[in-house]
């Protein structure tokens, strides 16, 4: 733990001001913005979100606007997944792979009209990529980062807040899909979606001088139902199996070996980029996958930011990519990537710096 | 200020134990690695840079490999900056543009071979960038991350320290040269450069496991001259007007708005990336440019994250992309992005969050 000063190459989000006024006491790097992620109460955030109405500021998810004639052209060509039946006010979860098939970002797609496009991003330069694709091929697409920023509200209360806030219409919003409005004159859209299982809403802010209004005007609303600041949630997300791209992936991951090759659509276009390399690791079948490890013991040392070694019958067959403490499962519980020779059920060692630990294999989802 | 954990997704240099073992107290996130910026002495680290010799960990400074028969094609296209007569051992600091002629990063691109280039980088995905640029055109070149990662001695006994470690040739070594060698069995390469004005080394670490150990050799050789533990200055570079891609630049931001104009060679061949906007921008001449501000007043509040409208005649006509002490002019100074309209010499006010400060703009670098 040690400490960080925010600086004009480290963005703060619109809700920068309310998360300090929440009682911020750590923060993350993400998108080259300032992530809040705690409060000072870790064990009482990860029960808000299980059982009540979590707030966060998730403004690092910035947006990557394709807006022009060629917008969804450009949607499809970088995406692996199917857009064709994607509907205006629909969004949809795409894992964004380079050339080589390896997974580069796992947006949200929000399509807004025929001719633009969001994508909410997870943390890598997907401005840079986009704009790189659009321009070598020609494509008649802007490509900007507008002024919008996520803010999350999650937990099995959150569709009441919203409601209550914006009307009963939101809780016929099915899962990704979104729609335009605004509260108090500020302009929003607003999704069912969130980087939880435990339900939820993202209300995109499109008015970044309006951070602190939006916020306030949610927290007010909430206090009937217990609502206080939190953030994306290591625990929950390990629990619930979501992935970190970037963290529990590397420089080599495909979508398969992640258990994203659902959203991986082989018979799209030929012009998709990375799409004849994915073809190709689908029809070899990956080496690698990702299981869940259930840890026996206590852990003395605190996983840090090494990835570190997994060995079964004392050759080293992949990584952990994370641990954490499940409150739900009490026990600590981890991420593996593997090699596909070693399946659930098979007990593992992983090096860890005080000495290599038991743990077992599952699949995942843990919960 | 706030507290920070590494994650995985934010991964550790391989110095970093010795950064932590020398007192690390700060740290920024870049490249999304952690780069320490304080040792808790700000103004001993600061006179220490500036009168002897200090010990940074800029592993931050990721390496983008560019290898095979294209790898010297793909490092032209990528430059705005002839390339042509770059020897084997030479070093060249390159403004790389997008398409519209925006500056995406300011690496220090290294010639190791005809077929091997490094581009050691600023804080942007120049992974993603060159590989989406070398996969759309077709060369025949891999792009990878090296386990490479750099380490600094800056300031005026810099020199001796490194010479006592590798021998006098290295005095030797003219302005961004380099040369690969090893010491005590690490693979290094050594270049003469660094980001301050202070003179120095960069140490380029070839075995990411051997952190720890290289750091400790020139710690152990640089007592005799005083070395400590420094990270890069923003008080020094601001004085020295070294620029800061993506905190002095934003997403519009040209070379020839911050003084980069002379790396930029308008007769590069045609297939270079955003030569023909950035010979339009030349022709044209650019909106904005860079100057420095000296406060004549303390400054209340600190610079924060956000960038400061600045106002001339009570039109704005820029904004302040960062602020600091400098101990040396005894004066709060910062940069200002702002209208060509307004010159060195103009008192200007810049708005801050207890209202506006007047500056005197004039001619970067202050010392």
Known sequence: MFSFFPTARVRPSPFFEAAVAEGMVAANVYNRMIMPTSFGDPEGEYWRLINGVSQWDVGVERQVQLKGPDAGRLAQILSPRDLSACKIGQGKYVPLCNHRGTIINDPILLKLSDDLYWLSIADSDIWLWASAIAAERGLNVEITEPDVSPMALQGPKAEDVVAHVLGDWVRALKYFWFKETEIDG?????????????????????????????????????????????????????????????????????????????????????????????????????????????????????????????????????????????????????????????????????NRANGSMAARLVELPFL
């Not at 209300?203 to 909430?222: C, H, M, P, S, V």
């Not at 991951?253 to 980029?273: M, Q």
């Not at 605190?302 to 009490?330: L, Y």
């Open 186 to 350: 500020i302009p929003i859209a607003v999704q069912r979606s969130g980087w939880s299982k435990q339900g939820g809403f993202e209300i995109y802010l499109r008015d970044g001088t309006q951070g602190t209004k939006l916020w306030n005007i949610f927290k007010e609303a909430g206090k009937p139902w217990g609502i206080g600041p939190g953030a994306p949630a290591t625990a929950e997300r390990t629990e619930s199996g979501l992935v970190s791209v970037g963290g529990d992936t590397d420089d080599e991951t495909n979508p398969f070996e992640v258990r994203l090759g659902k959203y991986v659509d082989l018979d799209v276009p030929d012009d998709v980029v990375g799409i004849g390399a994915l073809r190709k690791i689908e029809a070899e079948g990956p080496k690698r996958h990702q299981l869940g490890l259930i840890f026996d013991a206590s852990m003395p040392v605190p996983f840090g930011a090494k990835r570190e070694d997994i060995t079964f019958d004392g050759t080293k067959v992949g990584v952990m990519t994370h641990c954490t403490w499940s409150p739900r499962m009490k026990a600590n519980i981890g991420y593996a990537l593997i090699s596909t020779d070693v399946k659930a059920g098979a007990t593992v060692s992983v």
